[in-house]
């Protein structure tokens, strides 16, 4: 069973930045897909970022490109989200996923989902 485990949120000013870290166990994800989704209060889960097994193949929601960036290191079996100029409309609980080969902006084709960890921007 795959279990993913999200860390480094937190309260920040806007204009700050964070790095949000996805740890997976279970087994080895270096072939999936990995994404960032987030869900803000009121709002339907959204799409963030996501990345294929090598990295190399990414994809970004418009609203974060140029300020998010996400990697992976498959040794450590970790996903990162790098978040830079932060401001309120970011906040809301990001959650990491696993899914197939490709990254897709499509919740439903992601398999194993971590329990989320909140991010607040203050203005």
């Known amino acids: 069973q795959v279990q993913l485990v999200e860390s480094g949120g937190g309260l920040v000013h806007a204009g700050d930045s964070l790095r949000l870290s996805c740890a997976a166990s279970?087994?080895?994800?270096?072939?999936?897909?990995m994404a960032w989704f987030r869900q803000a209060p009121g709002k339907e889960r959204e799409f963030v970022a996501a990345?294929?097994?090598?990295?190399?193949?990414?994809k970004y929601t418009d609203s974060v490109r140029g300020r998010f960036t996400i990697s992976r290191d498959n040794a450590k079996s970790t996903v990162y989200l790098q978040m830079n100029s932060l401001n309120p409309e970011d906040t809301a609980v990001y959650y990491c996923?696993?899914?197939?080969?490709?990254?897709?902006?499509?919740?439903?084709?992601?398999?194993?989902w971590g329990q989320g960890t909140q991010v607040t921007v203050s203005s």
């Open positions: 990345n294929n097994g090598g990295g190399d193949y990414i």
């Open positions: 996923a696993a899914g197939r080969t490709l990254p897709t902006r499509a919740s439903g084709l992601y398999d194993y």
């Open positions: 279970g087994r080895s994800l270096s072939s999936n897909a």
